[in-house]
């Protein structure tokens, strides 16, 4: 699936894969791949995704690779992108037990999540300029593992709580953690 290039940005170029009213609307045991929107959500916008994969999706201009203002539940959201702007793997969502693996916001922050609420996830192996992992999120209870960035391999400007940060690696600054609250 794919989104206009021109329009209304937000009926016409948003959720490349799945566009939902809104966080009340569900989708279960699906597979999102290769999807692209040419502003937020290039393989989801909204809704609430159950025992879902979402991957190889990408936003062109937009935020949010793999997902975008969605509620995910045990879902698997690898090799996503944001081009441009942030969030490869999610962009302002709520994850429980998910996996974001191979996610990247090249030009941007969060290359596994960006403004995300993370419980219980493993992020893993994502990229970005800022926050290789989490950028201005909160991670409860998550493993970050091998994410890299120019600064903040892991996590930058967010909070981590009860969190294990393991290889993480930056070219600039702060492999670990930046400018972040860790409890």
Do not use: H, K
């Not at 400007?157 to 290889?167: D, Q, Y």
Request: aromatic share 8%; with cysteine.
């Amino acid at each position: 699936g794919a989104t206009q290039s021109s329009g209304d940005g937000w009926w016409q170029a948003t959720g490349g894969g799945v566009w939902c009213e809104s966080t009340s609307s569900f989708v279960s045991n699906c597979l999102v791949i290769g999807n692209c929107a040419y502003n937020n959500g290039g393989g989801a916008y909204q809704g609430s995704f159950n025992n879902c994969v979402l991957t190889n999706n990408w936003a062109f201009l937009g935020s949010g690779g793999g997902a975008c203002q969605s509620a995910l539940n045990n879902c698997v959201v690898s090799g996503n992108s944001a081009l441009i702007a942030y969030g490869g793997g999610t962009f302002q969502g709520t994850l429980t037990n998910c996996v974001l693996s191979g996610n990247s916001a090249p030009s941007g922050s969060g290359g596994g999540a960006y403004q995300t609420t993370l419980n219980a996830c493993t992020v893993t192996a994502n990229s970005a300029s800022y926050g290789g992992g989490v950028y201005l999120g909160t991670a409860n209870n998550c493993a970050l593992t091998t994410n890299s960035a120019r600064v903040g391999g892991g996590s930058y400007n967010g909070t981590l709580n009860n969190c294990t940060l393991t290889a993480n690696s930056a070219t600039n600054t702060a492999g670990g953690v930046s400018s972040a609250t860790l409890n």
